[in-house]
């Protein structure tokens, strides 16, 4: 292969995951394993000042996505719910007075800070510890979030 030329991922990948197995045959979470609950009170023991911060993709960034820069819409932010819902008689008031608003986002998660899983990439026909990518169809039933 010339040095201007790149390699198949599969390629690169030939001798890879190494990692599968290596909980059992049954195991869907993977490196977690490594962490018990001793790691959690170590980690609780590293807060200093209790400053808290995002670590999200800001939505709708105008500067765009800063994670996967181009070929991605921006989200797209719906009001679901809102004061005119009640107002117009659409929605009734809750009990108490109490009133509030939903919105839905549709948007890449992919690429961000998320919830995750093992199941959302898979290498071959197969996600974590070889279980079959067909899992994945329609929710996942293996490797999925705990």
Request: glycine share 14%; aromatic share 8%; proline share 7%.
């Amino acid at each position: 292969m010339s040095d201007t030329q790149v390699p198949q991922l599969g390629d690169v990948l030939a001798d890879y995951p190494k990692n599968w197995g290596r909980w059992g045959a049954d195991d869907e979470v993977g490196a977690l394993n490594y962490l018990g609950p001793e790691n959690v009170v170590q980690a609780a023991g590293l807060i200093k000042s209790g400053k808290v911060f995002t670590l999200q993709v800001p939505m709708a960034d105008p500067k765009g996505d800063p994670i996967w820069p181009g070929g991605r819409s921006k989200p797209i932010r719906v009001n679901v719910i809102d004061k005119g819902h009640v107002l117009s008689g659409k929605l009734p008031a809750a009990p108490g007075g109490i009133e509030g608003c939903d919105d839905m986002i549709h948007c890449y998660l992919q690429g961000s800070t998320q919830y995750d899983a093992l199941g959302h990439a898979w290498y071959g026909d197969q996600i974590y510890n070889g279980y079959d990518a067909r899992t994945t169809i329609g929710g996942m039933t293996k490797a999925r979030i705990l």
